[in-house]
């Protein structure tokens, strides 16, 4: 079992992440303390917990340490995480927040702030409730932290996105930008001069943590570990390399820094994350809960290995060195992995939020090129049965109004209700008419047995 072999006492603060869950410490605070035990210094995190102070109740007490546990088919290795220093309720503390981001010491902020974290609208465009209500978004914590950094003559922040969506940084950065006019317009300039928001694909499957788990995790710790994490043994940081200032040297756990990202995050939305949601819709139909008995289903294997290697894969733009087929038989392999009981509830929340980049972009591509995509559509299919809400509660900031629309269009209207060009989704779906009446089918097939 390996401790951390750096003295955490003497490392400044050089990292605020915001969204503090099991993914940031099985992935980023993981290459972080890579870095600090290759003898990278001053890059320690201040973790911020968004909504909900369970993270910071765990890790408090134990000093912001933690294990990690690397699980699969024929092994076990476990390892204590050090990379975390501080935790901070942003709720209790919003002040907290942005000086933490505003200190001299922070470089770096990084997100995991799911999908629906970037409050955007299926147009893009960042919801104008978040600029006129009252609550405190990301954009609050980062745009006030600006003003202090200028005020200070301090320089900008890198900020890198690492959650699934496409063009991340991108997206990152037009969402501040479209805040900052709304809101600080005096700041937009130092923004635009100032800061960095690389593009990156992040990648670890990482099941939440059952209370279960944390009574098998032997503790390492002199005390129950609450904050314990468990993951597989594969894990994969590609960082576009445009950083405003100083950044920690990732590559020490093996993070590859490159020009540009936008191969390796479109294969892996559409084949890993397309796979994981097929497998979740199809598979909680078929009365299953978790990904290794998903891909083992007969009834269900065919399409997910359909959808990625027919249907997704030629939309990929691969770059030299990338090899689709070994890329898919590896998922295949990750997805079997037992040891990890990863939900497939947990992968069904948020859909109106995933879909996009997983299925309705590559739809887009495909539809535009004349070829079908059955698997796809059957996966969609699914998607929709799942949101009428009838039998489950749907974790979904739009549950509400997809619920809605089943009431008043059904099994019959509800495609074009989503997909259609004045539907909820309009601006995102790449379906076409033959594509929409071919769905249509398919829901009804779905909800008539
Ligand atoms: C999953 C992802 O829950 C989900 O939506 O598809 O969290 C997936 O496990 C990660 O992106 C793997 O890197």
């Not at 390892?79 to 309720?89: E, K, P, S």
């Amino acid at each position: 079992m390996q401790r951390p072999s750096y003295d955490r006492d003497a490392q400044r603060r050089g990292i605020v992440h915001l969204g503090l869950g099991a993914f940031h410490r099985a992935h980023q605070a993981a290459y972080t303390d890579q870095a600090m035990a290759a003898g990278d210094r001053d890059w320690a995190i201040t973790g911020v917990s968004l909504r909900s102070p369970h993270v910071h109740d765990a890790l408090a007490p134990q000093d912001g340490l933690y294990t990690l546990t690397e699980r699969d088919q024929s092994a076990q290795r476990m390892r204590v995480i050090g990379a975390i220093r501080d935790v901070l309720v942003a709720p209790h503390d919003p002040g907290a927040v942005v000086a933490a981001i505003a200190a001299r010491d922070t470089h770096v902020v990084t997100l995991t702030v799911t999908e629906k974290g970037y409050c955007r609208r299926p147009d893009g465009t960042v919801d104008p409730a978040v600029v006129n209500g009252r609550a405190r978004t990301i954009y609050h914590y980062l745009c006030d932290a600006f003003a202090a950094r200028r005020a200070a003559g301090l320089p900008g922040l890198t900020l890198v996105s690492c959650d699934n969506l496409t063009a991340n940084g991108p997206v990152l950065h037009r969402a501040i930008s479209e805040f900052l006019d709304a809101t600080m317009p005096e700041l937009r300039a130092w923004f635009e001069a100032e800061c960095a928001c690389p593009s990156t694909m992040v990648d670890r499957i990482v099941p939440a943590v059952t209370a279960s788990d944390l009574d098998r995790v032997p503790s390492r710790l002199e005390m129950r570990d609450e904050a314990a994490v468990i993951t597989e043994p594969f894990h994969q940081w590609v960082i576009e390399d445009r950083f405003a200032g100083p950044r920690p040297r990732w590559e020490a756990g093996g993070a590859q820094f490159v020009a540009d990202v936008s191969s390796y995050e479109t294969a892996k939305l559409r084949l890993l994350n397309g796979a994981h949601s097929a497998l979740a819709y199809l598979g909680l139909a078929r009365g299953l809960s978790f990904v290794h008995e998903a891909v083992a289903d007969p009834a269900i294997r065919p399409l997910v290995e359909r959808l990625m290697r027919i249907e997704a894969a030629p939309t990929i733009d691969a770059t030299a060195g990338q090899d689709l087929p070994a890329y898919i038989d590896a998922l295949l392999h990750r997805f079997a992995n037992p040891a990890l009981a990863h939900r497939l509830d947990q992968i069904a929340t948020d859909g109106s939020q995933k879909i996009g980049p997983r299925w309705l972009e590559p739809l887009a591509i495909a539809c535009a090129r004349g070829m079908a995509s059955p698997a796809t559509l059957q996966a969609l299919a699914a998607w929709l049965v799942f949101v009428r809400g009838n039998s489950h509660t749907v974790a979904d900031p739009l549950a509400d109004r997809l619920s809605g629309l089943w009431n008043e269009h059904g099994a019959n209207g509800i495609v074009d209700a989503v997909f259609g060009d004045a539907g909820l989704l309009p601006a995102t779906s790449g379906l076409d008419g033959p594509s929409r009446r071919e769905l249509t089918r398919m829901v009804h097939e779905r909800t008539s047995t």
